[in-house]
């Protein structure tokens, strides 16, 4: 039998490791199924990683390598939109893994924890820098709350994927449309959660005039 090539090994211990993540959970994990799925000895798993620990971290953070960059030439709708739609369905990004752990939140708050500070958090943080950059461009109301408009942005993808079965499901065009819907909103409204009239709050003609051009282009 030929023998895999080290690039090979690696993509294998990996995906390996994230499937046994799903299944098993951080209490039921082990290095042994780990080396069983990927066809390989356990000695050849600790050449590359110290402990569990290492792997399991290690294993989480690689759905975040592929994360797209910031096109700083691009709009604030465009960018958020091509960062969320890979969140969505990328296969890379764990698409179809994540939902199965959140569905283990509640019985395994330790996975649930340790997958949102190692891929979650890197996510919603550069959702806000592409929302900072969209306030210094002026196509953002200078008063936004970056924290909050980046969970109304990126909760709901991921809540979409865990009800429409990991990004195979549901419509293609949900991001964009959230999007579109959450921007325009953000810069059409002058109106604070308790319906009264918030001037503070209210962008520009000048910022509305820039995201509604940029939402219409997009």
């Not at 408009?149 to 079965?165: C, D, E, F, H």
């Not at 810069?187 to 000048?206: I, L, N, W, Y």
């Given at each position: 039998?030929?023998r895999?090539?080290?690039?090979?090994?690696?993509a294998?211990?990996?995906?390996?490791?994230?499937?046994?993540?799903?299944?098993?959970?951080?209490?039921?994990?082990?290095?042994?199924?780990?080396?069983?799925?990927?066809s390989v000895?356990?000695?050849?798993?600790?050449?590359?990683?110290?402990?569990?620990?290492e792997?399991?971290?290690?294993?989480?953070?690689?759905?975040?390598?592929?994360?797209?960059?910031?096109?700083?030439?691009?709009?604030?709708a465009?960018?958020?939109?091509?960062m969320?739609?890979?969140?969505?369905?990328?296969?890379t990004?764990g698409?179809?893994?994540?939902?199965?752990?959140?569905?283990?939140?509640?019985?395994?708050?330790?996975l649930?924890q340790?997958?949102?500070?190692?891929?979650?958090?890197?996510?919603?943080?550069?959702?806000?820098?592409?929302?900072?950059?969209?306030?210094?461009?002026?196509?953002?109301?200078?008063?936004?709350?970056?924290?909050?408009?980046?969970?109304?942005?990126?909760?709901?993808?991921?809540?979409?994927?865990?009800l429409?079965?990991?990004?195979?499901?549901?419509?293609?065009?949900?991001?964009?449309?959230?999007?579109?819907?959450?921007?325009?909103?953000?810069?059409?409204?002058?109106?604070?959660?308790?319906?009264?009239?918030?001037r503070?709050?209210?962008?520009?003609?000048?910022?509305?005039?820039?995201?509604?051009?940029?939402?219409?282009?997009?």
């Amino acid at each position: 039998m030929a023998r895999q090539r080290s690039e090979e090994v690696d993509a294998a211990i990996v995906s390996s490791t994230l499937a046994v993540i799903a299944d098993r959970g951080i209490e039921g994990f082990s290095v042994e199924e780990v080396a069983s799925r990927a066809s390989v000895g356990k000695a050849t798993i600790y050449r590359r990683y110290a402990d569990r620990n290492e792997l399991i971290n290690s294993a989480l953070e690689t759905l975040n390598d592929d994360l797209p960059a910031i096109d700083k030439q691009a709009s604030t709708a465009t960018v958020l939109i091509d960062m969320l739609e890979w969140v969505r369905t990328s296969r890379t990004s764990g698409a179809e893994l994540l939902p199965r752990i959140f569905a283990q939140a509640k019985s395994n708050p330790q996975l649930f924890q340790l997958c949102h500070e190692r891929v979650i958090l890197p996510r919603w943080q550069r959702v806000q820098e592409a929302l900072k950059l969209g306030i210094d461009r002026g196509e953002l109301a200078d008063d936004l709350d970056i924290e909050v408009t980046a969970s109304m942005l990126v909760s709901p993808v991921l809540m979409y994927n865990i009800l429409n079965g990991g990004g195979r499901g549901g419509r293609k065009d949900f991001v964009s449309r959230l999007v579109k819907q959450a921007l325009h909103g953000l810069a059409a409204t002058g109106e604070s959660v308790d319906g009264q009239t918030d001037r503070a709050a209210k962008p520009s003609r000048r910022t509305t005039r820039r995201l509604r051009r940029a939402l219409t282009t997009d």
